[in-house]
């Protein structure tokens, strides 16, 4: 076994009502599955005897090469797999194939018993969520789709040959210790799996808190943090700035309707341009400055790193750089002399929850046995700033 794990991109296929099915009508499943997917991997234009798998029972885990383009997969090869299993024969019981499909893109090590890792185990998440369970359960049709975030950010939203981005529904995933973003597809079935991916989305639950930085956290319709909460009454020097520059923030209220209305007693209690920009965001208006400001500061940054999630070009053209979560896996990040320097093995990159006095959050990068750290500010949730130990800028961030 390689102490470094290899790149690749993790299928995880898994057959609906399995183990219901009698055992002949069992091994005829698995048959008419595996040809499924070697004539669908073909007709996508994928040789398939260049892809690994391992059968898991009642489904298959498949490791495709990074030779591979994961655009391919997610395009012609889904479709196709999509459109056979539809026209899949039932067994003479009456069984019919239906399928859970969860795609991931990530770092894999494999040993002398087959595949291992993080990136592994989420796919596994994926495919025994509730998302994809209620997904099969509500339609009629045969294969439900869901791809992880990080890959819906690198490759499905740019709308590559027989992807469409709109056909992909944004929801949210628990499953054992994983609370993660993925995004569902039912070929020939959208409306069904943007209602899935709507419930499976929220609304929370009514004690949740929701964490939402600048030192603010809702928690119903309540909001508090180190800007006092009081009542009615929010306090604070900053906390109108903290709040606009917020987008979670502003998400949050949406969710809950009660504390819209504490937005609407926000007015009457005369913090009325905090109000003003959060009813507004849809709209894209400007926050009204209050009587002892002009407009929050241009450089105050924004307090919620959670935005770095997601897919960015680079001011220096060392191509894109992606970021999963915190203390998940990343590409492009790890500099070396000025350089971009990929060693090959697992990146993955962690932000600390608090900026520095500077507005800085600290941002660390790691590909064994390369270790760095560097500072990061958000001009806006779609433009940020690296900047070296020197404390100078290296590159900027533009979202794609």
Known sequence: ???????????????????????PDQIAARRQLYGLLADAFTAGGVDWKLCAHEDRG??????????????????????????????????????????RVAVQAGEVHQDENGFVGSDVNHA??????????????????????????????????HGYDQIDPNAFHCTVVHVKDVTATAWLSIPGDDAAARAVAARQRGPQRSDAQNAVGGNVTITDSNVSGRDQHIGDKVAGAKVGRDLINNQTFVEQVRRHPRAAILILLLLLLGVGWVGYALLSADDGGAAMPDNNSSSPDAGQPLRDPGILV????????????????????????????????????????RISSQPDVNGRYTFQVTQKPNQASYKITFDSPDQATIYGSDGAPIYRLSRF
């Open 124 to 157: 596994f998440r994926l495919v025994d969520s509730d998302v994809l369970r209620e997904a099969l359960s509500t339609t009629d049709r045969r294969c439900a789709v869901l791809v992880s975030d990080v890959l819906y950010q690198a490759t499905v939203r």
């Open 310 to 349: 997601g897919s960015w070009r680079s001011s220096d053209d060392t191509g894109t750089k992606v970021y999963s979560g915190n203390g998940g896996s990343c590409e492009g990040f790890y500099y070396h002399q000025g350089r971009v320097l990929d060693i090959g093995g697992q990146m993955t990159c």
């Open 58 to 99: 009642d489904g298959v885990l498949v490791i495709v090469p990074t030779e591979t383009p994961r655009a391919v997969l997610l395009g012609p090869v889904l479709t196709e797999f999509a459109h056979r299993v539809e026209s899949a024969e039932r067994l003479p019981s009456g069984w019919a194939c239906q399928v």
């Open 1 to 23: 076994m390689s102490e470094y794990p290899f790149p690749a991109t993790i299928v995880v296929v898994d057959l609906r009502s399995f183990s219901k099915l009698r055992n």
